[in-house]
């Protein structure tokens, strides 16, 4: 099958697959709301962002492996991708062992009232909160590397049929807690979203290694060597990781030292309802990488063309559907919410103008990243990773711009990266046609 052919399969069953999971997701939160309140759910969101700061201490390693367990499948060499399987399982296992045992002392001694800015729990409730999503987390980090396989052999539309069964079995698990009396738990819903990843990352992993024996690792097929491999590309990765981590997981928790966490509850809920453009644009773009991966490998320079040419027409259609967005915003948010939960025009348009340049980076990120030229990318990654929380910080703080000034922080800060990418590509691109 053609890599034309094979992207837009990805692509087919990711509109039929992502819809779903949207649906199931926008059932979820109001029902999570209505079971543990607002202003909870807007520390158990805080919470979240704070932990999921772990899965990005892979050094890099997933992103790696894609890259070069998708050149090795191209070439139909089972035994190298074998072994960068098995090491890949053994550095991350490694890697959340070290984390797990780091986290557990640093949940016991950190003032976490003070931190979350919360009186409603006392530090040992939030201690046990912390340690139990801090288990889950690395115990997912080990087990989400499947995703990164199916990925690599441009299976993109399959986390999408993960996500569907991981968001059913919230809504299951959350209406079971209601049932049995079980209210108001951070802890309870910590178990729930928990257990429901790590049962969906084991069924997932099952059904690939059945139908792709030789693809299972075994204990003799790791191979040191190709840590080398991995981590020279990964480091990278892991870097502009970091970046991201920084600009894209940090804000609600800015909001929540300068304002308090009820303040998250509309923050995050606005960028709940903008995330189904970026969403659809995810469709778009996530099988992208894996088979631009390819095409490089094959010199295939024409279709690296095309295929960054159709996205930027794409882009037209982004920005079209934020600007409707910002107009229909206010019914969407009363049928879903069916409170006022107090989200300003303002917010709004900061969250339009937020999906209109993350969706134009990332037509660019998925190029470099999947033909592993990432120098340039990290070094814009780094400068928005050092820049984005002072800006955010003084623009909601000092200029008295409140959560509102959280998110223009982010957006000024992505513009360095929306004006030099395009023509960091256009290089990359000429410098290709040169040699070949």
């Not at 396989?149 to 993960?162: L, R, T, V």
């Not at 037509?363 to 800006?391: E, H, K, R, S």
């Not at 910080?393 to 957006?411: C, H, P, Q, R, S």
């Amino acid at each position: 099958m053609s890599k034309t052919k094979i992207v837009l399969k990805n692509i087919g069953l990711g509109m039929i697959y992502k819809p779903i999971s949207i649906v199931i997701s926008f059932i979820v939160v109001p029902i999570t709301i209505a079971y543990i309140g607002g202003v909870n759910y807007g520390l158990w969101a805080t919470i979240l962002s704070i932990i999921s700061w772990i899965s990005f201490f892979d050094i890099g390693i997933g992103n790696g492996l894609r890259n070069y367990l998708a050149n090795v499948l191209a070439l139909k060499d089972y035994e190298n991708a074998r072994k960068y399987i098995a090491t890949s399982y053994g550095v991350i296992i490694a890697i959340s062992i070290c984390l797990l045992a780091i986290l557990a002392i640093l949940c016991s001694f950190l003032d976490w009232e003070t931190i979350l800015n919360t009186s409603d729990y006392d530090n040992s409730q939030l201690t046990i909160i912390l340690f139990v999503n801090v288990l889950f987390i690395c115990v997912n980090f080990i087990l989400k590397l499947i995703t990164t396989i199916y990925y690599a052999m441009q299976k993109s539309s399959i986390i999408g049929m993960m996500q569907i069964v991981n968001q059913l079995l919230n809504l299951v698990g959350i209406y079971y807690l209601s049932t049995i009396g079980y209210s108001r738990s951070l802890l309870g819903i910590s178990l729930v979203y928990g257990i429901a990843s790590v049962l969906v990352n084991l069924i997932f992993s099952y059904i690939l290694f059945t139908n792709h024996r030789e693809l299972i690792p075994k204990l003799q097929d790791f191979d040191s060597s190709k840590i080398k491999d991995l981590t020279n590309l990964g480091l990278k990765f892991f870097i502009i990781q970091i970046a991201a981590m920084i600009i894209f997981t940090t804000d609600n928790l800015i909001i929540t030292r300068l304002f308090g966490p009820e303040e998250v509850t509309p923050y995050i809920l606005t960028y709940k309802v903008f995330s189904l453009i970026i969403m659809l644009h995810d469709i778009i773009i996530t099988p992208i990488w894996s088979a631009i991966t390819k095409a490089y490998a094959e010199m295939d320079i024409i279709w690296m063309k095309k295929i960054l040419k159709r996205l930027n027409y794409f882009q037209l259609l982004i920005i079209m559907s934020a600007v409707l967005m910002c107009f229909i915003f206010p019914h969407l948010i009363k049928i879903w919410i069916k409170v006022d939960v107090g989200i300003s025009s303002r917010l709004i348009s900061m969250y339009a103008l937020y999906t209109v340049l993350i969706t134009f980076c990332n037509n660019y990120a998925y190029i470099f990243n999947g033909i592993g030229d990432i120098d340039f990318q990290l070094i814009i990654a780094v400068t928005q990773g050092i820049v984005n929380i002072p800006i955010s910080i003084y623009f909601a703080k000092y200029l008295n711009m409140g959560i509102e000034g959280v998110i223009l922080g982010t957006n000024v800060t992505m513009l360095l990266a929306a004006l030099t990418y395009p023509i960091k590509a256009k290089k990359i691109i000429s410098t290709l046609v040169k040699n070949f």
